[in-house]
């Protein structure tokens, strides 16, 4: 076919020459953004231990500060929303773990009746990848479906078909139902601010802007009521 091998060897060591460059300052500028999160995220969970090491503490100063500077129909107001956002939280963590088990169980269950491999492994995952609001289910089910398809493309098909239906069944009706009921929430909220939290700031936003919605709303619900009473109108006539 006549190929000169030289001009071929030239090009391409010349195509090398001029990318590795960029090639290396992207690997580096990649590998230092990812060290920069790990060591961001250590620090997080370290001041969160502290915070939670002296937590009554803290409470009692933040409580001394506000009588000490504000009214005391102000201080009960600001003490009213602190309880609120902790309920909220605590009961948003806690659904969300309750909703991480129920999907781990049923993608092990589904596993086992489709006689699908690796079930344990996968079913972990997908549990904890669960722990990311609607998001998660989608990601462990990728990895889930490459480790089978290493081992059998069927079943790789199989477990990807069964998926879909378990994930349409959690992000439209498990997701809503266990964590909104668990923070007051209605369902359609839930799915609102899961939406609009992931808009904003992505995974991040999800995990804080549903109980940051479950506090406005409850505050909205309790203050529409007061207004209502005030007023003595009966609002369903």
């Avoid at 502290?50 to 600001?78: C, F, N, T």
């Avoid at 079943?155 to 139902?177: D, H, R, S, T």
């Avoid at 109980?211 to 009521?225: G, I, K």
Wanted: glycine fraction near 10%.
């Amino acid at each position: 076919f006549n190929i000169n091998w030289e001009q071929i060897q030239s090009t391409v060591e010349t195509w090398v020459s001029e990318r590795s460059g960029k090639l290396i300052t992207g690997a580096a500028s990649a590998f230092g953004s990812a060290a920069g999160g790990l060591i961001d995220l250590v620090f997080a969970v370290i001041f969160a231990v502290y915070m939670l090491a002296s937590k009554d503490r803290l409470l009692r100063q933040i409580r001394r500060l506000l009588h000490a500077w504000l009214p005391e129909k102000r201080v009960k107001q600001a003490l009213h929303v602190g309880d609120v956002m902790n309920g909220a939280f605590r009961a948003f963590i806690v659904g969300q773990v309750v909703e991480a088990v129920i999907l781990g169980v049923l993608c092990a269950l589904g596993m086992l009746l489709l006689a699908l491999p690796n079930v344990l492994m996968i079913s972990l995952l997908m549990g904890i990848c669960a722990l990311i609001p609607i998001v998660g289910a989608y990601v462990s089910g990728i990895i889930g479906t490459l480790l089978i398809l290493i081992v059998d493309p069927t079943k790789a098909l199989i477990f990807l078909i069964y998926l879909i239906v378990l994930q349409q069944l959690e992000g439209n009706l498990i997701y809503p139902k266990v964590v909104g009921t668990s923070i007051g929430l209605p369902g359609m909220w839930v799915l609102v601010a899961v939406t609009v939290g992931g808009e904003i700031m992505g995974i991040m936003g999800m995990l804080v802007m549903i109980p940051v919605v479950s506090v406005c709303y409850t505050l909205l619900r309790e203050f529409t009521n007061d207004r209502v009473e005030r007023r003595q109108i009966d609002p369903d006539k």
